[in-house]
């Protein structure tokens, strides 16, 4: 849509470029002393150093400061985010983390975005198009697609070893030793997983939740999921540049385990729902049953905040925290794109954008549809049940029901969940709200399978059946040839 060209910038002796210090600091020669200097003499701190409380808050004002200088806009809504426009044209994005910066540009301002602050800071590093960015590596190509992966991370990331005798204690509480080993290799993953990892996100939240009483069985679960991890190295997610941001209608992708919390060891875990969401900008004939491309915007997964009593609780409220997140990320676009939001009226904004509510559960489809009023005896569901309707009949709002099949957020709520739906759609970013061929043709698959293993089943149980029931012919035979024979040598006593 803006075909802007990636950049990422990173600036030398961040803290030194920071607003004076404000107090007065004075520092301890380090051993050997300095040249010039007298023994004793002290050093005064013009600028925060590393260290100090207030360095990073000093460096972010100044960097601010030349931003704004250079004609950049700071985000209503994300402090770290600043856009370029010419004539209230977007012309340039950029997102700062510390002292490094990331974002896209035309390349009609592309020598003037930074003419300023490029005088006040010294940039020690001007990539373009081909970076890494907090442990992203970032590619685009010549048709303006974006790759984003992290090989490189995950193949450095710690292979556990586990003694053989400890992986016959999974019961036992972790060491000391073993409690750090979990917390650093946890935190990797954890890592990765926030960043791009979508596919490793319900295995990261098992390991976080197991950190507050590890045993044994968790260390060996996260060396599984560490080797996962490397494994799929090579690992995926691209930005497509024919994603009409424009005109995109916003999916929420929901998907919920009824009762599947972890870890198992923790009763009041264990009943918690765990579930998790896509938030996706589509082509707007997604919404005509269309086969589109799609951008994966955000994902999330994580266990719900109470005990749900159905399976209708958990999918509504993990789709009601899609619903939020879905609802930010808009206000978000139309600043973006536009450069007016009233953050006032904010609802009128995202009701100006086509969305649509996605779920794979029939019943809360159906609850969504229909007007009846709950006769449900869990009330909260009752009420967060009212707020969706409400949220899915504003205007430009639509509610759609797909095979489970179809649903990528599946990967995000389950132990082995089939993967092959989110490395398709990966792979080309073509999505269908309506069942595909491939779809059918697998459920009828499935539909065999399941009736085979029925007949085999059956076929078993009544072989068992048949097996038994000449089991007991043979032991009533058994028995009464010998009360035939015990009655012969009776007769023959007397």
């Known amino acids: 849509f803006h075909c802007f060209t990636l950049i990422a910038k990173d600036i030398k002796n961040a803290y030194f470029s920071g607003k004076s210090v404000g107090r007065e600091v004075y520092l301890d020669q380090p051993r050997g002393g300095l040249p010039g200097l007298q023994p004793g003499q002290l050093l005064k701190a013009n600028k925060a150093i590393y260290g100090f409380a207030e360095a990073a808050r000093l460096f972010w004002l100044a960097l601010r400061e030349h931003l704004l200088s250079d004609g950049w806009e700071e985000s209503k809504l994300e ?29 009609s301002v592309f020598n003037k975005a930074f003419q300023r602050s490029s005088q006040a800071l010294e940039f020690a590093t001007n990539h373009v198009k081909d970076f890494v960015f907090r442990g992203r590596e970032v590619k685009q ?20 070893k586990i003694d053989k005798t400890r992986k016959q204690q999974l019961d036992q509480e972790l060491t000391e030793e073993e409690k750090e080993t979990l917390n650093s290799s946890a935190g990797e993953l954890g890592w990765i997983a926030r960043q791009l990892r979508c596919d490793l996100t319900f295995e990261n939240g098992v390991i976080q939740r197991s950190k507050s009483d590890p045993v044994v069985a968790d260390l060996v679960r996260l060396k599984q999921y560490i080797g996962m991890a490397r494994r799929s190295a090579d690992f995926r997610m691209r930005y497509w540049s024919d994603v009409n941001l424009k005109e995109s209608v916003i999916v929420h992708l929901a998907d919920s385990g009824h009762a599947n919390g972890t870890p198992e060891k923790d009763e009041q875990m264990r009943y918690r729902s765990v579930g998790g969401y896509f ?12 086969t589109v491309r799609c951008n994966v915007l955000a994902y999330h997964s994580g266990v719900t905040k109470r005990v749900c009593r159905s399976t209708l609780a958990a999918e509504a409220s993990h789709l009601a925290e899609a619903v939020e997140t879905g609802d930010w990320i808009i206000v978000l676009m139309e600043e973006a794109l536009t450069g007016h939001v009233d953050l006032r009226n904010w609802t009128d904004i995202i009701e100006k954008r086509p969305r649509v509510y996605v779920t794979d559960a029939r019943s809360v489809y159906d609850y969504l549809q229909k007007d009846a009023n709950s006769t449900s005896s869990d009330k909260r569901m009752a009420i967060e049940g009212a707020l969706l309707r409400e949220t899915v009949r504003r205007d430009n709002a639509f509610v759609r029901w797909i095979d489970g099949q179809q649903n990528i957020a599946d990967v995000l709520t389950k132990f082995n969940a089939a993967k092959d739906m989110l490395k398709a759609f990966l792979k080309d970013g073509m999505m269908s709200l309506v069942q595909t061929e491939a779809n059918k043709v697998l459920k009828e698959k499935k539909r065999g399978e399941r009736q085979k293993r029925h007949q085999f089943k059956r076929e078993d149980e009544e072989a068992i059946r048949l097996k038994e029931e000449q089991k007991q012919e043979r032991k009533q035979k058994a028995v009464s040839e010998a009360q035939r024979i015990e009655g012969e040598k009776m007769e023959e006593s007397d």
């Open 79 to 107: 402090p770290a985010l600043f856009y370029y426009r010419v004539e209230g044209k977007l012309k340039g994005i950029i997102v700062t983390h510390v002292d490094d910066i990331e974002g896209g540009l035309s390349d």
């Open 141 to 160: 190509n010549a048709q303006h697609h974006v790759d984003v992966s992290m090989r490189n991370y995950a193949l450095s990331m710690k292979v556990l």
């Open 279 to 290: 938030i996706l900008a589509a082509n707007p004939g997604i919404l005509k049953g269309e």
